[in-house]
C-alpha cells in the first residue's frame, strides 16, 4: 500500500503531513543519514589536515565531498538502504556509500580513512544533536518568538481592560485582561532564556570513549583536543569522558525545558478556553466552516483544545525521553538508538500546537460588553478594598461585618454597599473615598 496522508499509521506523517514538512530535513530517516554523511565528510576533512597520510588529498576535492551531504537527495538516501540490506547497520552503509563515492571522485586511495578509527555512535551521537541543534535554531525558537510577538501585541492592545477574576472558579479581585496575558508571556521568555543556555553536547571518542584505535596508530596527536576543536566546529560542545555513547544529560535537559514551556501553554490553552466559555471573547467565523455536526449555533474553541492535545502528547514523550535516554546499560546499548528516531515526533505535535495557538488567537475578538457586565453583577470582590480600608482606619472587626454582608443569600449590588458604607460609624470623606470603588476600577498597579 503506497503510505500517504490517508495511509500513514500516526498523523505527523498522514493527517498533519503538510503542517509538519518543515521537520522532515531534520527528523526522518533521509535526514539522519544525510547528517551522519555530513559527520563522516568534515571528519575525514579534519584529518586531512592532521594526518601525514592525507596531506595529498587534493584541497579542491573538499567541495567535492561537501557536495555530497549538501546536495544529497532521496535517491542517495535510497542507495544507502539498499547497502543497509546488506551490511544490516546503518552507520556501515553510510561508510560504504562514502567509499564508493570517493572512488567515483578519484579520491579512492584514501577512503580508508572514511570512519577512521570509530565507533558509530560517535556519529550519531554528533550527527543527531546537529540535527536538534539546527531545527530548533531555524524553526522552533522563531516560532516561539512569532507566538511571543503576538502576545506581546495583545497585551498592549488590552492593557487597560479591567476584567473579573478569578480564584478557585470564584469571582475575585478584578485584574486587567493584558496584564492575564503578560503572565504567560513573561513565564514562556524565561523559560525560553533557559533553554538557549544549555549546551548541544556531542560524544566523540572512539569505540569506549578513550580514543583507543587513534592513540595505537597516532600516539603522538592529542586526540582530545583534535575532538574538542572538530565538535566545537560543528556549532557543539564535547562531553567527557564518556562510555562508547552520549550520556544525554543536557539532551533531556532540552527536552524537559521544551515540556515546561509545552505545560505553560497548556495553562494558557485552558484559561483562553474558559474565557471564551464565559463569553469574554467571540471568535471569528470563516464562511463554510462548522462548529457541530449536530448544533448549527456553536463556534467551538477547536484550535486551543488542539493545541491542548498535541501538546499534550508532545509532553508524554519529552518525558519519556528524558527519563530513558540518560539511563544505559554499562558502556551501551540499542535502547537509546531506537528511542532517538522518534524526538521528531514529540517536536512535531508541539509544531502543530503552537501553531493551532496563534490560528486561534487570530480568531479572538474581545467581547467587551460581556466582561463589563461580570464586572457590574459581581460588585462583592470590593468586599476586599472596604475592609482594608476599614482595617487602616481602626474599625473594628472589618472582615468580619463584611463577610457577614457577602455571605448572604442574595445579589450584592452597587447599592447594597454603599448603604452598607453608609450605615458605618466612619468619617464621611472615608466613606465617600470608599463609595468611589467600583469593579471596574480597583485593579491595583
Request: glycine share 4%; proline share 4%; charged share 25%.
Amino acid at each position: 500500500m503506497e503510505i500517504n496522508s490517508l495511509t500513514a499509521i500516526g498523523p505527523i506523517d498522514g493527517r498533519y503531513a503538510e503542517q509538519t514538512r518543515t521537520l522532515s530535513p531534520y527528523f526522518s530517516e533521509a535526514a539522519l543519514i544525510r547528517y551522519r554523511i555530513q559527520i563522516e565528510i568534515e571528519y575525514f576533512i579534519a584529518l586531512a589536515d592532521l594526518l601525514p597520510e592525507l596531506r595529498t588529498v587534493p584541497r579542491e576535492s573538499f567541495d567535492k565531498l561537501r557536495n555530497l551531504y549538501k546536495e544529497f537527495s532521496n535517491d542517495d538516501a535510497h542507495e544507502v538502504k539498499e547497502i543497509e540490506k546488506t551490511t544490516n547497520h546503518d552507520v556501515k552503509a553510510v561508510e560504504y556509500f562514502l567509499k564508493s563515492k570517493m572512488e567515483a571522485i578519484k579520491l579512492g586511495e584514501w577512503k580508508e580513512f572514511v570512519h577512521f578509527g570509530l565507533t558509530s555512535q560517535d556519529i550519531n551521537n554528533t550527527a543527531i544533536p546537529l540535527s536538534l541543534m539546527e531545527y530548533l535554531n531555524d524553526h522552533y525558537i522563531l516560532q516561539l518568538q512569532n507566538l511571543l510577538s503576538e502576545f506581546s501585541e495583545r497585551c498592549e492592545k488590552w492593557k487597560d481592560i479591567p476584567m473579573l477574576a478569578h480564584t478557585h472558579g470564584q469571582p475575585a479581585s478584578p485584574t486587567r485582561l493584558g496584564k492575564e496575558l503578560e503572565v504567560f508571556l513573561v513565564r514562556i521568555k524565561k523559560q525560553l532564556e533557559l533553554l538557549e543556555t544549555i549546551p548541544h553536547s556531542s560524544k566523540f571518542g572512539g569505540a569506549t570513549g578513550n580514543f583507543n584505535a587513534h592513540v595505537i596508530a597516532y600516539p603522538e596527536i592529542d586526540w582530545k583536543s583534535f575532538a574538542d576543536d572538530f565538535v566545537s566546529s560543528l556549532g557543539l560542545t564535547r562531553s567527557q569522558p564518556t562510555t562508547q555513547i552520549e550520556h544525554y544529560d543536557n539532551m533531556a535537559a532540552l527536552f524537559d525545558n521544551i515540556k515546561r514551556i509545552n505545560t505553560i501553554l497548556i495553562d494558557f490553552c485552558r484559561d483562553v478556553w474558559h474565557y471564551i466559555s464565559m463569553g469574554y471573547f467571540k471568535q471569528k467565523i470563516k464562511a463554510g466552516e462548522v462548529g457541530s455536526s449536530a448544533m448549527p449555533h456553536k463556534v467551538n474553541p477547536i484550535d486551543f483544545e488542539n493545541a491542548e492535545g498535541n501538546l499534550g502528547i508532545a509532553n508524554s514523550l519529552f518525558e519519556h525521553l528524558s527519563a530513558k535516554l540518560p539511563v544505559s546499560r554499562l558502556q551501551r546499548d540499542l535502547t537509546d538508538s531506537t528511542v532517538l528516531r522518534n524526538i521528531g515526533v514529540p517536536l512535531g505535535h508541539t509544531w502543530l500546537a503552537i501553531n493551532s495557538i496563534s490560528k486561534g488567537l487570530s480568531k479572538l475578538e474581545l467581547n467587551q460588553p460581556a466582561i463589563e457586565a461580570d464586572l457590574e453583577n459581581n460588585w462583592a470582590v470590593v468586599a476586599e478594598a472596604i475592609q482594608t480600608i476599614l482595617r487602616k482606619e481602626g474599625y473594628p472587626d472589618p472582615y468580619e461585618a463584611l463577610k457577614s454582608l457577602t455571605r448572604k443569600n442574595e445579589k450584592i449590588t452597587r447599592q447594597t454597599i454603599h448603604n452598607f458604607i453608609d450605615s458605618l460609624d466612619i468619617k464621611d470623606g472615608v466613606k465617600k473615598k470608599m463609595k468611589e470603588i467600583t469593579p471596574s476600577n480597583y485593579l491595583g498597579v
